[in-house]
């Protein structure tokens, strides 16, 4: 599966997809703060981070499976 994630923070989706036995092929991410980032990184390393949401091409996205995110935190 093909998978689109917004506001991925530390990637909770992809562990939500793995736990129901999602194939994942592709796991494209945006998220920019620096520690949810690095969480990502270092439990998943084949995630594709993409940076800020709002400078994001959707139109790369043809064939998405799965379009995922959760809301933006506040501090």
Avoid at 2 to 24: E, F, R, T
Avoid at 44 to 70: C, S
Wanted: glycine share 10%.
């Amino acid at each position: 599966m093909k998978i689109l994630s917004l506001y991925d923070g530390m990637s909770c989706g992809h562990i939500a997809m793995q736990k129901a036995g999602v194939k994942i092929d592709r796991y494209v991410a945006y998220e920019i703060d620096k520690y949810a980032i690095q969480t990502s990184k270092h439990n998943f390393p084949n995630i594709e981070q993409m940076g800020d949401v709002f400078n994001a091409d959707f139109t790369r996205y043809e064939g998405v499976d799965f379009l995922i995110g959760g809301s933006p935190c506040t501090y």
